[in-house]
């Protein structure tokens, strides 16, 4: 229905609101309950946000095995959906693909410009760890391969450079939070089974 101005609307608006909502005592009582309902939730703005971080962890931990099911059931299926995009995307545009991969390496955003940033460590310096090291893994001497790669080992105190190991002997060390004793027990552990 066309109004003749805006005024005509704005008082018929008026009106509609006094009798529907202002003065009908039946909607004032659900609104109240309404009102009450909404702000026992976690919408609740006198909540502080301390108080609902520590309501939102204790939930967590008493229902761990479903936040965590839900969770990776949420990441698989985020993941496998992005990835099929992503996909999608490379094959619509593998000319822009080729062109920014040409400009990342010009721009020298390499993995050895990475180490160079991460590690004060140049591709010469690294060259020269790996013939220092025969081409293998400090931690195990199992050579580098195309599916076994070199990881910068670095202490996380000094952030000096100790070797180049692969990814699983890093990750040892990293657990064991850089503790000769601690490998040196399991060590002796492992040697005692092995020997039974």
Request: aromatic share 10%; with cysteine; net charge positive.
């Amino acid at each position: 229905m066309a109004y003749a101005c805006k005024e005509e609307k704005k008082l018929k608006d008026r009106k509609y609101y006094i009798r529907t909502r202002k003065n009908n005592a039946e909607f004032k009582k659900w609104k109240k309950e309404y009102d009450r309902e909404f702000h026992k939730g976690y919408k609740n703005p006198n909540l502080t946000k301390e108080r609902s971080r520590a309501y939102t962890k204790k939930y967590k931990e008493s229902h761990l095995e479903e936040v965590q099911k839900k969770d990776r059931e949420h990441k698989r299926k985020t993941y496998a959906r992005c990835k099929e995009i992503n996909v999608r995307w490379r094959d619509r545009n593998s000319e822009k693909v080729r062109v920014y991969r040409e400009r990342y390496k010009e721009d020298g955003r390499t993995k050895a410009a990475r180490e160079k940033y991460r590690y004060g460590i140049s591709p010469e310096e690294v060259q020269k760890l790996l013939e220092d090291q025969n081409f293998s893994c400090a931690v195990c001497r199992k050579p580098f391969t195309a599916t076994r790669k070199r990881y910068i080992d670095h202490c996380h105190t000094t952030n000096k450079v100790r070797g180049l190991v692969h990814m699983e002997c890093n990750t040892l060390m990293g657990l064991a939070k850089d503790d000769p004793e601690l490998l040196e027990r399991a060590a002796v552990y492992l040697r005692r089974f092995r020997d039974e």
